[in-house]
């Protein structure tokens, strides 16, 4: 009877330890937050310029030629390309996990055993064959193959294979964003070259105004009419905007290495239409929804995947608290003797066995696992949250900028009409002495600002449909 308690209570303490070792920590959880709001500007419309295609979105055939070469040679998203695969072959790794691995031996080795020893004691009393002993030194040759597996239990194996795809698509949906930042940045290097160009032109065309008005300038101090100051300030005005030609040639330079390196390539000419650039009429831009920013960016599936591994990882880490069953086989032959190896059955042997094992005393190391776990989940709930948030915001601000770019060209476009007209007005008053050389000279100062300001206002209106079509999510299609 005192036996049977005695059983009992070691079962009970069983049972409880069992229970305690498979007991998992508590945690704080957070769902992720998908609300968005209902649209920009309190518009209902869906059209999305997301959808449109970045070889229609983009007119001008050599900046599509441009996009192209970037996309066949970016060393970046060559890279990128490269995690995809490394991806894809941890779900091979994960997946080959779930599948028994089989593997071979072959051996050979001498045995000595003590003859004071059960087995020596047992080999001396043993003849192999009628009147040959067992030899002292005995060979051991064996050949066979073996087997392990995991049973699945807890989907421990299988969620890990889940993770594995879930990361895989992330990848993807990296190459994705890396090809939309591409587009939009070789674009808006093409546009800033295009704006240096026309620059480039204007400041050409006013040196050669100020050359005419320093000539004047000369004439005019000839006949006393002006002083050497004069003539003095209008060349000093003519070197300073030739300086800013030279300054302009070396930002065209850098333009074009900048596009040549995300083209990857070594420096050369890029090809362009130097063309009226103040004509380009930026294409028109469909927001959408808010909410289908979460189906068009790249960045927000990629951290919504990123968050989705991440709860996979929790409930594999979750599965290191519960035992886990292992069957291991072994067949093959085994002999002292290579010329008794292949004997059936003498020499066959073989093996089948089951293991349950799990953690019990000291689950520390496991413990850290699964809060680390945890605390990554939060981590790319938070990341999710922020990359919805930021691609909103994108949004919102380029839609402004679009709207405000539009009222600052139209007010610079008729101030570089007035000041274009003050210079005659102003030439006109000098030579009739109802005007100074110094009206003059800041008349021609301001007329050339003004239609450099003209100019940087049509290419950051440029720039800003790029990335607006950025923003929603466009251009990797």
Known sequence: MFRKDIYKYVGLVLICTAYSACKVPEFAQRNENKNVPAGFNNSQDSTNTAKVQWRQFFTDPNLVSLIDTALKNNQELNVTLQEIEIAKNEIKARKGELLPTVGYRVGAGLEKVGRYTSSGAGDASTDITPG??????????????????????WHKLRNSKKAAVSRYLSTVEGKNFVVTNL??????????????DNQLAIVKQNIALQSNALELMRIQKQATRVTELAVRKFEAE???????????????????????????????????????????????????????????????????????????????????????????????????????????????AYSLAGDLAGPLINRNAIKAEYLTANSKQL????????????????VANQLSNITNLQKSYDLKSKQVVALTQSIDISNDLFKAARADYFEVLMTQRDALQSKLELIETKKQQLNAVVNIYHALGGGWN
């Open 132 to 153: 040959k002993e067992v030899p002292d030194v005995l060979p051991d040759y064996a050949f066979g193959l073996q087997a392990n597996w995991e049973a699945d239990i």
């Open 238 to 348: 003519v070197l300073n905007s030739k300086s800013l030609e030279f300054d302009i040639q070396q930002n065209i330079t850098e333009s074009e290495n900048k596009i040549n390196f995300l083209l990857g390539r070594y420096p050369q000419t890029i090809l362009r239409d130097k063309g009226s650039f103040t004509d380009l009429v930026p294409p028109t831009v469909q927001v959408g929804l808010p909410s289908q920013l979460l189906a068009n960016r790249p960045d927000i599936k990629q951290a919504e995947l990123d968050l989705a591994a991440a709860k996979l990882d929790v409930n594999v880490a979750k599965a290191q608290f519960y035992p886990s069953l292992g069957i291991s086989a072994t067949i093959g032959y085994q002999a002292f003797n290579p010329s008794y190896l292949l004997r059936t059955p003498e020499s066959l």
């Open 379 to 394: 981590q790319a709930v938070f990341n999710y949250e922020k990359t919805i948030l930021n691609g909103y915001i994108e």
């Open 183 to 196: 587009v939009a940045e070789v674009a808006n290097s093409y546009y800033e070259l295009l704006a240096l």
